[in-house]
């Protein structure tokens, strides 16, 4: 069986976001990237899927769709652990953009699961993974915050309202991960980092594909306002301004 | 050529003990040191990742990797967690270089590979009550009794001295002929006749377990002395020379690690209706503190690239230690007055690394000595 973990190379999350002057794109000097924490966590999963698979679960492949930026996250993931990355070379423009792309991808090779993460920490689109099913006619589970592999069968479980839905459904099919998918991403150890040397990366030419929305404007929010300390003593002071400044009594 | 850009590779190793020093050293650093409790699954994590024998060849199961990428590694552990680091550095760059550059096949087959595994974890054996900086008046005897050689005396201050399995011992075998009668042994930590002296309680660095180490009528077998007979001293000088980047990196990552600290906190604490980093008195300490830091970062890599490189690195490597050192115990001082009360208790991590950047001017050569073989260096 062979597994597809999605890759979104993205600013590290602590970093601190500028805005080109034109307000449409996102100051990106300076910037260190990292792999989208959730699909890190999937790339995790699939790797511990693999380990204990006793040899079903054949190759890992991770995917990207970025320009020669994306090669050190993509490296990452070799090191970790991943057998072959793919990095389609184009600017990932939109979700819709991104997901056809990989589609294309996967229409040329065949893969039993594909894992994406549930949104990426930068635009948050949160799109993909379904767009990416849409395209190929896959079914596709959403907030996967567990994968098990049974038999010839991945099992899932999903958290619902109140619960736990437990899934199955014919491969192949689109995964999209959450929270609980695997409780820390992995570190490469030197051994991975040194075998990430020899594994494939292939660049692919995108497909002719058009983006379908473009950014108009960006606006960083508000800063917050200052915090107001009140003494422990002045309880009628604390709820003068719960209710006349910040209108929550 | 001057290429200030670490490589991809570099930074994939910094990033990866930065992140096992962030989620995984941290959780735990102030009980451990308030204890005094070695950090036995840390060590084996690390291990598992490969840190513990980062510096060794693959061909004897080691990462493979650059002294440079070793520099930025020891650096990110030390920002956490300068006891774990120690035990890193110790097995790194004095026991493991020592058995891979100066031992036999054999030897490293039978004590290397596990070392570089870090399934073993090393010592060096060479202070003694009476011999630190002036490493020629060793005590420790090793008589030799034809097939194997009996080791009497005492070693002391032995960081891993209880968690080692494996112990790297410097002893004299012909006291009259001076630093030439001296050689260096592999011992098994096991064999009859060693005892161990109780944990030391330490200022600082307190996870780590030093001890004393005395030895008894202990068979060392021929096989066992590295290099050829008389080549102790060298041995232990030249294992020093790249200990030394080791510990410099060690005392740059404290700095940095209360650094860190120190600016994060003039961000967000307030003082006379601004936070701060917007008095002067603060933001100078600051630029100082980076400044100093910067300088000891770059005295780091050009050692371990000269060491890289197979050029002489001993002078380099001296000056990175003395410089780190002292800049760490100065840089932490500081960061401890920044954070002011908070920076005395523990909870606030600056006044443990400060108490371990002290360290880091003492062992592995003071800063004294590292003047001694600065200035030497300088009439040649």
């Known amino acids: 069986m062979k597994i597809l973990v999605c890759i979104s190379n993205l600013p590290d999350t602590t970093t601190k976001i500028k805005l080109n002057s034109d307000s449409k794109s996102v100051d990106l000097s300076g910037v260190q990237w990292v792999i989208n924490p959730w699909d890190e966590l999937a790339l995790t999963r699939a790797m511990e899927l693999k380990e204990k698979s006793g040899g079903k679960i054949e190759k890992i492949t991770v995917i990207t769709v970025g320009d020669k930026i994306a090669e050190p996250t993509l490296r990452k993931a070799l090191a970790v652990g991943a057998d072959n990355a793919v990095r389609i070379d184009a600017i990932a423009s939109d979700d819709y953009y991104v997901a056809a792309q990989i589609a294309e991808y996967v229409k ?127 309880v009628g002071e604390l709820f003068r301004l719960l209710h006349e400044e910040a209108k929550v009594l | 050529m001057i290429d200030f850009e670490f490589s991809e590779e570099q930074i994939m190793i910094q990033q990866a003990a930065r992140d096992y020093a962030q989620r995984e050293l941290i959780k735990d650093v102030i009980e451990r040191d308030e204890k005094a409790e070695f950090p036995t699954e840390h060590i084996k994590n690390l291990a598992e990742l490969g840190f513990l024998g980062m510096l060794v060849d693959e061909k004897w199961d080691g990462g493979g990797m650059d002294t440079v990428s070793y520099v930025l590694a020891i650096e990110e552990i030390s920002k956490i967690d300068a006891s774990v680091s120690v035990i890193m550095s110790v097995n790194n760059s004095l026991v493991c270089y020592g058995l891979e550059k100066y031992g036999n096949d054999e030897q490293r087959e039978k004590y290397l590979k596990p070392l570089a595994r870090g399934e073993k974890i090393g010592a060096f054996l060479l202070s003694e009550p009476e011999a630190g900086s002036d490493a020629t008046k060793q005590r420790t005897i090793a008589e030799d009794k034809g ?13 891993n001295g ?19 009668g001296i050689n260096a042994f592999i011992v098994e930590k096991n064999s009859p006749g060693i005892s161990i002296g109780p944990h030391e309680k330490k200022m600082g660095m307190r996870s780590s377990d030093t001890h004393s180490v005395m030895f008894t009528d202990v068979k060392v077998p021929k096989e066992n002395r590295i290099g050829e007979d008389g080549f102790g001293f060298k041995f232990a000088m030249k294992t020093l020379e790249g200990g030394r980047i080791g510990i410099a990196s060690q005392a740059l990552g404290i700095a940095s690690g209360a650094f860190e600290r120190a600016l994060q906190y003039s961000q967000e604490r307030k003082a006379f209706g601004t936070e701060i980093f917007n008095h002067q008195s603060i933001a100078f300490k600051l630029s100082d503190m980076a400044v100093k830091i910067e300088n000891a970062r770059n005295l780091c890599v050009k050692a371990a690239w000269l060491k890289d490189q197979g050029k002489p690195y001993g002078t380099a490597s001296a000056m990175a230690k003395q410089y780190a050192a002292d800049i760490a115990m100065e840089v932490t001082t500081e960061a401890v007055q920044i954070l002011g009360g908070y920076g005395y208790v523990s909870e606030y991590h600056v006044e443990r690394l400060m108490r371990e950047a002290k360290l880091t001017q003492i062992y592995e050569g003071t800063s004294e000595v590292q003047k001694i073989i600065i200035s030497r260096s300088l009439l040649k």
Do not use: C
């Open chain 1, 108 to 234: 040329k090779e065949s893969f039993d699961l594909v894992m994406a993460g549930i949104e990426s920490s930068d635009y948050n689109g949160s799109a993909v993974g379904g767009m990416l099913a849409e395209f190929l006619e896959f079914p596709s589970i959403s907030s996967v915050s567990s994968v098990e592999l049974e038999g010839d069968n991945f099992v899932m479980k999903r958290a619902i309202d109140g619960g736990t839905e437990t899934v199955t459904t014919s491969l192949p099919a689109v995964a999209i991960v959450q929270k609980g998918i695997a409780i820390d991403p992995r570190i490469p150890a030197m051994r991975g980092i040194m075998m990430a040397r020899k594994k494939p990366l292939t660049v692919e030419a995108p497909a002719d594909i058009q983006a379908v929305s473009e950014f108009v404007n960006f606006e960083m929010p508000q800063p917050k306002p200052p915090v107001k300390m009140v003494d422990a003593e002045n």
């Open chain 2, 147 to 159: 097939d194997y050689y009996l080791v009497n005396g005492t070693k002391n201050w032995i960081t």
């Open chain 2, 162 to 180: 209880n968690s080692a399995s494996t112990y790297i011992v410097i002893a004299h075998t012909h006291p009259e002929k001076g630093h030439r």
